[in-house]
């Protein structure tokens, strides 16, 4: 009985393990295909959101390319869209009727094969580098010899994320009349230039011609202070004429390299004072200075004046000595100075007060530079004039006496 009770309660304990274990086994069991269960709706969820996430993108891009392509549809400018390799991938109706192409024959072709944009590798190669726009023109003969030039807005178009070149972007302008207007302008402006300087061609040679009858005149002339007059006169003359010859031979004719004229102006007056030459040198310290023709025409006048009157004056008899020129330009404001090393001005002379020719018309040139004149009287005589250039009131009349 004993060995019955015994064997009946170890039997009952063994059912009780596997029952326990049964449990524990489908707990196990439960719990992990539970928690696999709530995993899983978790990946669901975000799986979906992802979907969502990039839907809205696509739909975003969708709409703006859609706007992108009503705009390069509706635009009078070609458009030309190509991949990384370059391959045409569309182009929008005023490409097409631009360039009087179809749409077989563009696409998939490469951009360097249409034969519109020259030098497109270069340009694609720099735009890719620098990662910028580049802006280019071409010039084409199109319609039985019908000029046409395009300026071409290249555009690359990188991934965000990489960097990596996704699209080429061709937008081309076309600039026909704006480039024949410039044309146009061109060959105005060298017209222009051809009538300038015939006219000043012309005017130097009337200026020389009235040179010459001074000339001639002066041979008929036996009073000393009218031949003297006639001679002041012939180098006035010249002295304007070499202004219009400088401008003649100049390349630009706004303005003459001022420093070269006063070199060539000292010769002829050299010339004209020949006897007293060899004991009154000049001695030049001038800068390479441009100046324009209301500003030249009045320093040409009072360079010949002072010098003149220097020469005539200032070293009688066999008194030697030297007429030095400065001309300098410093903070706009431009400096000609002219001393000579000779007796002197009078004790009595007032500038401001002489009614010589000579001093009336270096007061009257000075006014019409709205320049500043300072007389030196110490060893010598000197005068010195300012003015402003390029000056405010430049184109006033020339004085008159």
């Not at 076309?174 to 061609?201: A, C, F, N, W």
């Not at 040679?205 to 001639?216: G, H």
């Not at 004072?273 to 023709?293: A, C």
């Not at 009157?309 to 400065?326: C, Q, V």
Request: aromatic share 8%; net charge negative.
């Amino acid at each position: 009985m004993l060995t019955i009770l015994l064997y009946t309660e170890s039997l009952w304990r063994d059912v009780w393990l596997i029952i326990v274990s049964f449990l524990l086994f489908t707990g196990t069991i439960f719990v992990y295909f539970r928690l696999r269960t709530s995993t899983f709706s978790r990946f669901t969820e975000l799986l979906e959101e992802r979907v969502q996430f990039k839907t809205r993108q696509l739909v975003e891009k969708n709409i703006e390319l859609e706007k992108l392509s009503l705009v390069a549809s509706g635009t009078g400018n070609a458009v030309l869209i190509a991949g990384p390799t370059g391959n045409v991938e569309w182009v929008n109706d005023g490409f097409l009727l631009r360039y009087g192409v179809s749409q077989e024959s563009v696409i998939g072709s490469r951009i360097n094969l249409l034969g519109i944009h020259h030098g497109v590798d270069r340009e694609i190669a720099a735009a890719i580098t620098d990662k910028h726009s580049r802006t280019f023109e071409s010039y084409l003969v199109k319609d039985h010899g019908k000029e046409k030039w395009i300026s071409t807005t290249l555009t690359p178009v990188f991934d965000e994320v990489g960097g990596t070149l996704k699209k080429l972007l061709l937008v081309d302008a076309d600039i026909t009349p704006t480039k024949l207007m410039q044309q146009q302008i061109e060959r105005s402006l060298r017209e222009k230039d051809v009538l300038l300087k015939e006219i000043h061609h012309r005017v130097k040679n009337n200026l020389q011609i009235i040179i010459s009858l001074l000339n001639l005149q002066s041979g008929y002339i036996k009073d000393e202070s009218t031949l003297k007059a006639v001679k002041d006169g012939q180098l006035r003359v010249r002295s304007m004429a070499l202004v219009h010859e400088k401008f003649y031979q100049a390349e630009e004719l706004l303005e003459i390299n001022f420093g070269e004229y006063i070199e060539k102006l000292c010769h002829y007056l050299y010339q004209a004072y020949g006897d007293k030459t060899e004991r009154i040198k000049i001695l030049l310290n001038v800068d390479s200075i441009g100046l324009d023709m209301d500003t030249a025409m009045p320093c040409g006048l009072l360079i010949n004046e002072i010098v003149s009157n220097a020469y005539k004056y200032a070293f009688p008899g066999s008194r030697e000595g030297t007429i030095s020129i400065d001309f300098h330009r410093n903070q706009g404001l431009v400096t000609l100075s002219i001393k000579d090393t000779g007796v002197g001005l009078p004790a009595d002379f007032q500038e401001d007060a002489s009614e010589t020719l000579g001093m009336q018309l270096i007061q009257a040139l000075t006014g019409q530079l709205d320049g500043n004149l300072t007389v030196d009287r110490n060893n010598g005589a000197g005068f010195s004039v300012t003015f402003p250039y390029p000056r405010p009131s430049a184109g006033n009349p020339a004085p008159s006496f």
